[in-house]
């Protein structure tokens, strides 16, 4: 909880949603888990390892008609 600056708290039903900010990166924690995290001077930029490698995939495919998002989490 020491980490970053708090933007938002929420709690409900004994869960907790906590958006933080150090720098140019913000995240998103839901029950001390990290969920997303995204660089405030390049939104654009993937930072999760797994989705580095997923990126190098799909960027290689032709756009796809349709797309089913399951767990979008914070939106990263």
Same mark, same amino acid.
């Given at each position: 909880? &020491?980490?970053? *600056?708090?933007?938002?708290?929420? +709690?409900? &039903?004994?869960?907790? =949603?906590? $958006?933080?900010?150090?720098?140019?990166?913000?995240?998103? @924690? =839901?029950?001390?888990?990290?969920? &997303? $995290? =995204?660089?405030?001077?390049?939104?654009? @930029? @993937? @930072?999760?390892?797994?989705? %580095?490698? %997923? !990126?190098?995939?799909? *960027?290689?495919?032709?756009?796809?008609? +349709? $797309?089913?998002? %399951?767990?979008? !989490? !914070?939106?990263?």
């Amino acid at each position: 909880h &020491s980490i970053g *600056q708090l933007i938002y708290w929420h +709690k409900c &039903s004994g869960d907790h =949603i906590q $958006v933080r900010e150090h720098e140019p990166l913000r995240w998103l @924690l =839901i029950n001390d888990t990290l969920q &997303s $995290v =995204i660089d405030l001077n390049n939104p654009d @930029l @993937l @930072l999760f390892p797994h989705l %580095l490698c %997923l !990126g190098k995939h799909w *960027q290689a495919l032709k756009p796809p008609q +349709k $797309v089913l998002e %399951l767990g979008l !989490g !914070g939106g990263a």
